[in-house]
Structures are given as structure tokens and as C-alpha cells.
């Protein structure tokens, strides 16, 4: 069983947003931000586009007094930050002049930009411009018909401009194309663009569905992401600057398309949009409505650009070079294929020509003595009969048989004639022609289950990049954190050792001055001899026993201890030793025992009373010394602890980046692989078109064949032989 996968960071919706932006003061860090003044809604909230992935607000900054359009981020999106700064730098690398039209706008990424709860979140700071969407300016001047076919060459010049430098917007549609007051076009809606920089990564959607090929799926990433989409808009604006009635006749009020929508490139023989564009008297009308029709069911990396495609023409901002498309190969192109697929393709090697039924003959021509000889024997024979016949011959020796002997005779002068061969020869080359094509309803399911199951494949792989990214990421943070655990239980322990060395200190000074004065007071009972001030009771002789049991001074003995003598039926005692032994002194009883103690006691208490109060500098310097030696022991390795833990974060960050690179090297060689099985596919699609086509014109030709050889039949040929024809 796998690893749970990593949980994607969720992100708060378009109201929370909103309720958060009533504080910009509070949740914006960004000096152009902070304290912004977002437009509000009649109920005072700040006002919300709310689109997919994410919630658009109009903010003015209090600083400048600039306007911008601040995008807040409803859905997660793989690599966010890195797709948005390669889309930055590629569009920075523009230069407006050579635009043919200022349609990019500037913007800003910025990650951990605005509090929502506990949290923060990225935003996508933009330019904001004054214009209206591609829907509204036409629902205002659909009418003018000039206006309308100028914007709809901008618009061709603006597909110009992206091709050029490998760019796709990834999702070109009227909510997306804005209409500024001088009738230019700006861009939109950044997210799912694509520039070289990311090739190899996958899409992040998949466009707006009324504008986009029924092929595009999630593999689609590339420079010809827009080609469906600008062929539906650019024949759409066409149509309506020929007629503009079009759009109150196929265009619903606020419908989220402009004439057609996605069912009608899905089902074009059940679309009424598609098949009035395709009625239409205008020419350009029809063609361009029957351009999209085929496109629709074209792989997008075969499409043509608008470029291409389009008459050419002088717009207000350029001129569009283009050219007609062919059906026949272009010089120097790919022989079989049109000119614009010249370069997108393999060479294909030319189709084998095929046998024209054209020479099948459809009838005899000249006569031959052959034929000359077999039409004069249907007579003679006949002749040669009825004479028998009447000269009374009743069994003649040809009889009924005559007919048949002409019959067979005229069949092999028949078959001996030259048109039949090259009729035989034509209908066998035929049958070798269609014998080596595949049967093209075959070849297409087969086509359409391999290219359906690359498909499941490659949308698996695409999700799956995602997931493992937010694996590591996620294995990132939880060694982060595990480290983060270690370092502060480490660092908690090491505290509370410094915070216990005031009591440590406390605790050895106050030992060093309790032995200071046991040491005093075991040297003052230590000089006190029994024998030279005995206590009271205590001779010599008794002294003499004392020393000899080892108690010479008071300081050999701490006490004495009461036992019963059995022997004699009384109270004896016993001293205790310094050392915590026992030992009997004959004579010492428990009086004189008593008489020791009391003795001993009185000279502990005069100590004591003398004993010092206090350490002396020098006694204290070396045990204050050893506490600060321990106090900077633990305040290193509360020191190492941290330097252990920024190594461990490194190494996970090492981890983190090595796994993410050796993600994007797996990834951009899947994509590789897969752009190439696409070729491949593509080119399959071109060869089995090839092949469909080859096989309808094979099995007209068959026809066509076996109809002129009817011109051949025996009834045709006995009618030759008598006139001709």
C-alpha cells in the first residue's frame, strides 16, 4: 500500500477575501497595498470578480493613488510562483514598440501577501485598465461594421504578436480580451499562459470550454495552445463585420460565447450557429465557418496559425503577412500534406498513384480480321444449315449445334481482344492496391483506443507531478518540524540547567561553609586531650583505658549508647566512635559515659560559637568560578543545538531541492516523451488520413471500373462485330 499523499494547502474562498480586504491597514504588508482603498458594493463589502481559480478586487493604494487589480488565489495551483515569474520575465522581455498593440499589462507576484485568519496568502498585483470585455463591445458595436473588422484584425495582430515570440495565453476568450477606448485589445487572465520557460510542465486548465478544440486535453502546453480559439473569435468578429445581424441572431444576451459554443464544434451536423455561418452568401463568411469546422477535429499541434491563414492586409497597428492554405504540397514541402503543415511534420513518403479507372476501356474500338472472320461465321453457318435443311438433310452433320460452336467461337475472339485485357489489368490493379491498405474504419478505432489510452496515461502522469511535489514538500515541513521539536526539548533541558545554576551556586556555598565549620569544630575537639582536662569522674587510669581503646580526644568519639549488662543484671554503655563503631572501656559505665558525653557536648557548643559565619573570597572565587565555567558549558551548547538544527534544516532543504529537481528532470523528459508520442499520433492521424482517402478514391475507381466494363459484355461485342460500335 502507498504513502498517503500530501494534503494541497487549502485556500480561503472569494467572501473570505472580501471580509479580510475591509482592513487592508491590517492585512497587507505591501507598501502599495496597506491601507488601499478597495471599491465597494452597495452593502459597503469590497467588490468581487470571482472567476476558477481565483477572486479579483479593484484597489486604489493610499500612497500613489494608482488603481490596481489584486487577484486573490480560491484553488491551488502546481508551481504557482514559478510559472508566474517565468511569465513575468518572458513578458518583460517585450518591447512595446514592436507590439501592434500595448495588449500585455504589467504585474507583480507576491507570495505570503495578505492575512486571511491565521494565515498568509500569495496575491497577483496587476495594472488595472480601463476597457470593457470583447462580449460588451460588441453588444454596443456589433452595429458598425468598419469598427468591428478593424478590431477583428487587431485581434489577428495581436495572435501575431504572441506567436512570434512562443507565447500562448492559454485561455483566449471575450472575458479575457478587453476593448480599450481607442477599440485596442488588452490581455487578461495570466494563469494559464505558456512561455518556453515552462515547457515541459503540464496545463493548469484547460481554457474556456465555448472557445476550445473537443482534442485539447490536459497534455496541451505549448506555443499552439491558442490556435483553435483565435480561428472561433477571429471568425466570429469576421462574420459579424459582414453581417452584422449575425449577433442578435446567434449571440444570446450575456451568453458566455460570442457566435458558437462548444456543442457546435463537438456536433457540427446538429449545430444551427455552425450551419448558418456555413449557408452564408458571403464567402468569407462560409470559408472561415468551414475552417473551423474541419479544425475542430485536428490534433492542435497541426493547426495552423491565424497568420497563415488569412487573406493579407493592412490592419491600423500593422501588417499582417499571411498566406492562402493549400491543399497541395508546397515547394519544397512535405509531398501529400498542406503547405502550412510543412515543418510540423515528418516527410511522408508519397502515396503509391493510383490505377485510374479512366483506362478501363468502356467499349471495343477498331475491328480485327479476327473479328471480321467470327462476324461472317454467325451467317455462313447459319447459311450452310438451311441448305441441308432444304435439300432434305434431316440430321445434318452440324445440326443445333451450330449456334453453339458460333457462340463459343465469337466468346474466344471476345476474350482475345485487347480491351479486355487492359480491363482485367485495371480491376487487378485496383484489387492490389486496396489488398495493401488497412481497413481505414479499423485503423481509425485503433488509432482512437491508443491515442485515448496515451490520454488516461499522460492525464494520470500530470496529476501524479503535483502530488509528488506536494510529498516532498510536505516531507520537508515534517522534518522541519521534527528538528524544530528536538532543538527546543534540547534547548528546554539545557534552560533549565542555567536557570538551576543560581541554586547550584546557592548550594555549594552554602556546603563549602558547612564543612568549613565542621572542619573548625572537629580541629577544636581534636585538641582536647582527655588526659589533660579530664571530665568529672575520669582519672587516669580511665584515660589510660580510654586512649587504649582509641578515644584520646573528644573528637574520637560522637556519643555513648546504653546496654543492658545480662551478667550482672544493670545498665552498662558503650562509646560510639567517630568512625560509627562501638567499644567497651571497662570502668566506663553508663555515669561515666554520661559524664563524657556531657563533656564532649559542652566543648561542641564553645566551637560552635566560634565557628566562622562565613567563606573568604578565596574560598568562594573557585566555586563562583566552576558555576560561570558551567553557565558558558551550556550557553555553547545551547549554541550547538541551533548550529545541529540549521544543519539539519539544510539538509533538508537539499533533500527538498534535489527531489524537486529530479521531479522536473523525470517530468520534462515524460513531457518529452509524450510530445513526441503526440507527433507520432499526429502523424498517424495525417496517414491514415492518407490512407482513408486513398482507399474512397481506390474503391470509386472499382466501381467506376467494373461499371465501364459492362462496355465489354457479350451482347456489346456481338453488336461491335456487325457495327462497329
Excluded at 489584486?70 to 507590439?99: G, M, N
Excluded at 496559425?305 to 501588417?319: C, D, M, Y
Excluded at 572542619?519 to 581534636?526: Q, T, V
Aim: glycine share 8%; aromatic share 6%; proline share 5%.
Amino acid at each position: 500500500m502507498g504513502s498517503p499523499t500530501a494534503p494541497q494547502r487549502q485556500f480561503p474562498s472569494g467572501a473570505a477575501y472580501a471580509e479580510a480586504l475591509q482592513h487592508t491597514q491590517l492585512c497587507f504588508q505591501h507598501p502599495e497595498l496597506r491601507g488601499a482603498r478597495p471599491e465597494l458594493t452597495k452593502l459597503g463589502l469590497p467588490r468581487a470578480i470571482s472567476g476558477a481559480f481565483a477572486s479579483v478586487f479593484s484597489l486604489t493604494s493610499a500612497t500613489s493613488g494608482h488603481r490596481y487589480a489584486v487577484k486573490c488565489f480560491t484553488r491551488h495551483v502546481p508551481d504557482q510562483e514559478r510559472r508566474y515569474q517565468a511569465i513575468s520575465a518572458r513578458l518583460a522581455r517585450l518591447d512595446r514598440a514592436e507590439l501592434s498593440q500595448p495588449w500585455n499589462l504589467g504585474f507583480e507576484y507576491l507570495p505570503d501577501a495578505i492575512s486571511v485568519g491565521q494565515e498568509r496568502y500569495p496575491v497577483l498585483k496587476m495594472e488595472w485598465i480601463e476597457a470593457v470585455t470583447l462580449s460588451s463591445w460588441l453588444d454596443d458595436n456589433h452595429a458598425d461594421r468598419f469598427a468591428v473588422d478593424r478590431l477583428a484584425d487587431r485581434f489577428a495582430a495581436l495572435t501575431c504578436d504572441l506567436s512570434q515570440h512562443e507565447i500562448a495565453h492559454g485561455d483566449l476568450q471575450h472575458g479575457n480580451l478587453l476593448v480599450a477606448s481607442d477599440d485596442t485589445l488588452r490581455l487578461v487572465d495570466y494563469d494559464g499562459m505558456y512561455v518556453p520557460a515552462l515547457a515541459g510542465l503540464g496545463g493548469t486548465e484547460r481554457g474556456h470550454r465555448n472557445y476550445q478544440s473537443p482534442l485539447r486535453g490536459n497534455d496541451d502546453f505549448g506555443v499552439t495552445l491558442d490556435r483553435f480559439s483565435t480561428w472561433v473569435i477571429f471568425m466570429s468578429l469576421k462574420a459579424i463585420a459582414t453581417d452584422p445581424a449575425l449577433w442578435n441572431r446567434l449571440h444570446e444576451p450575456s451568453g458566455e460565447f460570442l457566435l458558437l459554443t462548444e456543442e457546435d464544434f463537438s456536433s457540427p451536423g446538429g449545430s444551427r450557429g455552425l450551419q448558418t455561418l456555413l449557408a452564408h452568401p458571403d464567402r468569407t463568411v462560409s470559408g472561415l465557418a468551414d475552417r473551423v469546422r474541419s479544425l475542430a477535429f485536428q490534433p492542435l499541434d497541426l493547426l495552423p496559425p491565424l497568420s497563415e491563414a488569412i487573406p493579407k492586409q493592412r490592419t491600423a497597428a500593422t501588417t499582417i503577412r499571411t498566406s492562402g492554405p493549400s491543399t497541395a504540397a508546397a515547394p519544397g514541402g512535405t509531398g501529400g500534406l498542406p503547405g502550412w503543415m510543412t515543418g510540423h511534420v515528418a516527410h511522408q513518403a508519397a502515396p503509391p498513384p493510383v490505377v485510374s479507372a479512366a483506362m478501363a476501356p468502356d467499349g471495343f474500338r477498331t475491328r480485327t480480321a479476327l473479328d471480321i472472320a467470327t462476324a461472317l461465321l454467325w451467317p455462313l453457318l447459319l447459311a450452310v444449315t438451311g441448305l441441308l435443311v432444304a435439300a432434305g438433310v434431316t440430321t445434318p452433320p452440324i445440326g443445333a449445334g451450330a449456334p453453339v460452336i458460333a457462340a463459343a467461337i465469337t466468346a474466344l475472339a471476345r476474350s482475345r481482344r485487347v480491351e479486355q485485357a487492359q480491363s482485367r489489368a485495371v480491376l487487378v490493379g485496383l484489387t492490389k492496391q486496396l489488398a495493401q491498405l488497412d481497413d481505414p474504419v479499423k485503423a481509425a478505432e485503433k488509432l482512437r483506443k491508443a491515442k485515448a489510452k496515451f490520454d488516461a496515461e499522460e492525464t494520470k502522469r500530470t496529476g501524479a507531478y503535483p502530488r509528488e511535489q506536494d510529498k516532498l514538500t510536505a516531507r520537508y515541513h515534517a522534518e522541519l518540524k521534527e528538528a524544530e521539536q528536538r532543538k527546543a526539548r534540547k534547548q528546554r533541558d539545557i534552560g533549565k540547567k542555567i536557570d538551576g545554576l543560581s541554586e547550584d551556586l546557592r548550594k555549594a556555598l552554602a556546603k563549602a561553609l558547612t564543612d568549613k565549620q565542621t572542619a573548625f569544630i572537629r580541629d577544636r575537639l581534636g585538641r582536647r586531650l582527655i588526659a589533660q582536662s579530664p571530665p568529672h569522674g575520669i582519672g587516669p587510669t580511665l584515660a589510660s583505658r580510654l586512649a587504649a581503646a582509641g578515644i584520646r580526644t573528644a573528637a574520637d568519639f560522637t556519643g555513648y549508647r546504653a546496654v543492658q549488662n545480662s551478667s550482672y543484671n544493670s545498665t552498662g554503655a558503650v562509646l560510639v566512635l567517630s568512625n560509627g563503631g562501638f567499644v567497651n572501656v571497662p570502668g566506663i559505665g553508663e555515669a561515666k559515659a554520661i559524664a563524657l558525653d556531657v563533656w564532649r557536648k559542652d566543648l561542641v557548643n564553645s566551637a560552635v560559637a566560634q565557628q566562622p559565619s562565613a567563606l573568604s573570597a578565596a574560598e568562594r572565587n573557585p566555586i563562583e568560578q566552576g558555576i560561570s565555567r558551567r553557565r558558558v558549558q551550556l550557553t555553547d551548547q545551547r549554541k550547538a543545538v541551533e548550529s545541529a538544527t540549521e544543519i539539519l534544516r539544510e539538509q533538508a532543504r537539499k533533500q527538498l531541492e534535489d527531489g524537486r529537481k529530479r521531479l522536473a528532470q523525470e517530468h520534462t523528459l515524460a513531457g518529452e516523451h509524450a510530445a513526441r508520442q503526440r507527433q507520432e499520433f499526429s502523424l498517424r492521424a495525417v496517414a491514415l488520413q492518407q490512407d482513408s482517402t486513398l482507399h474512397g478514391a481506390l474503391s470509386a475507381s472499382m466501381d467506376v471500373a467494373r461499371l465501364r466494363r459492362r462496355g465489354l459484355s457479350y451482347a456489346r461485342y456481338v453488336r461491335f462485330l456487325y457495327t462497329g460500335r
